[in-house]
């Protein structure tokens, strides 16, 4: 139950009023039991994967209602998984929208819908369109919330879906994580949050010098896949992290960058070290 994994929580975290007063364990333990669903839903993928010849540049993911939150948390929660996600009649978790950055949603509500208000479908559409980023808006008339919109809406929606296919090792990755559990996408990784609830984020991108640039947001620890970097650019590399400058001397591996108890710095582990600042 919900009641026991936040119990589990407070003792995996050897809970204290004074470090712990503002943390919701019920919510934490909620978002653990979504989690469970996804990695279930990501283990069929895999399954489907193995004993069908699928693309894996092509696999994308749509739902309607509560399958179109779905959709939006299944691909903003693993991005270099899906090529692209369809929501329809759905909600996105706003925080997450960052990891949308290669997903080219294609969002699709009725302008009267009486269940989930058309507004859960704009603001995401209109804040990736601020953002740059690829994102298709569609605004239906007369449906309502009726699962007819589907059917209507297939073909257009499977035409969005050949026309983006998942970018294999894309130079710009923005990852956004709203618990403390591990987020991955491409060469990218979230080790660790800070300052639950608030939303880690992570955005890296190599310039046209093969500098790597991060900055972060309430995140604690995050590491770079090395292996995956080589396939991209020159390894080892330079790297700017909230500013501070880095060369990172792995060839492999993963290179893990840790935030230091002074405002705005970063340790490293084995593999790198800091440039002095002259």
Known sequence: ??????????????????????????????VEVYDAYMRKMRDIVAEVARIQPVDP??????????????????????????????????????????????????????????IVKVENSREPAAALARAGLSVQYREESGYGHSSRMIGDNLARVLEWFRDHPRKRAPKHVTLASRTPRKATAWWLRILETADYPKTAVVDARIDTTGTLHVRTEHTRRFALDMNALALITTVPLQARVNGQVFHVMLASGLAEFTAGSGPGTWGLRAGAHEVPQS
């Open 1 to 30: 139950t919900l009641q026991e994994r936040s119990v589990r929580y407070r003792e995996r975290w050897r809970y204290d009023e004074e470090r712990h007063s503002g943390v919701d364990f019920s919510a934490l333990a909620e």
């Open 57 to 114: 540049d092509r696999i994308f993911v749509m739902g309607h209602s509560m399958g179109g939150w779905g959709a939006w948390w299944m691909a903003l929660r693993n991005p270099g998984v899906f090529a692209c996600t369809c929501p329809m009649s759905g909600m996105a978790p706003m925080d997450l929208l960052p990891s949308a950055r290669s997903l080219s949603p294609f969002v699709i509500h009725d302008d009267i819908d009486p």
